[in-house]
């Protein structure tokens, strides 16, 4: 079992559709990231919140909108996506720390199809 | 963009075996970490190793970086069939507010029983 809990598993959805992805930490991490991992290549990074703001936005397209509610909860809202943001959406969250990126704790995704 | 380039792409061996996995990259690092992804579930942390180390081990699991190649690698030694699985470098710079990992295209390691 992860300590990362994300929901949907799986999603199908239109491309008119909105639909949200969901994560949830209880480890006390105040940095949270959203991931796009496509088959056989690595997790490509897409947002990351610390402290409850976005710090890093990697030019995702605005159909993909991040939202931190609070500390244990990360949302990525879906609207008007294409067939090629079909991929695994990996949640993961870490501690802080001025000396380095530090380890992260990821779910285990939601598989998201895009017809 | 990727900044590791791993290699191999993929690996087959026997149980007990040893497998070594190598990862370069391209730019100045904090630390360099490697994590291990079982088919169809997320990432777990295997070992993080800082940009003032040369070695570390764990368990298993022995890693080296080499800071004037910009490479490290990753030993398991006698594996088993559960470590089958890809495993992903990741190189970390910055701080956790502002700096982010990169990931190697990674390495598929098939033990076979």
């Known amino acids: 079992d992860t300590e990362v809990t994300q929901t949907p598993k799986h999603l199908v959805m239109g491309m008119t559709n909105k639909k949200s992805l969901k994560c949830e930490q209880h480890m006390g991490h105040r940095a949270m990231y959203w991931y796009k991992q496509k088959a056989k290549k690595p997790p490509e990074l897409m947002f990351v919140?610390?402290?409850?703001?976005?710090?890093i936005n990697e030019s995702v397209p605005s159909r993909f909108s991040p939202e931190c509610p609070n500390s244990s909860l990360l949302n990525l809202h879906l609207h008007a996506l294409q067939p090629e943001d079909s991929a695994l959406y990996l949640c993961a969250s870490s501690q802080t720390s001025l000396r380095g990126v530090q380890p992260q704790h990821f779910g285990d995704g939601t598989r998201l199809s895009i017809l | 963009s990727q900044q590791g380039e791993e290699d191999p792409q993929a690996l087959s061996i026997q149980e007990g075996e040893n497998a070594t996995m190598n990862c370069s990259y391209k730019t100045s690092i904090n630390n360099l970490q490697w994590y291990r992804q079982n088919s169809g579930r997320g990432l777990v942390h295997l070992i993080l190793i800082r940009s003032n180390e040369r070695e570390k081990h764990s368990g298993r699991l022995r890693v080296t970086l080499d800071t004037s190649k910009k490479s490290s690698s990753l030993l398991i030694t006698a594996s088993r069939a559960a470590d089958t699985a890809s495993y992903f470098c990741a190189t970390g710079n910055g701080s956790s507010n502002t700096g982010k990992l990169i990931f190697g295209q990674g390495t598929t390691l098939q033990v076979k029983p």
């Open positions: 919140y610390s402290y409850e703001k976005l710090s």
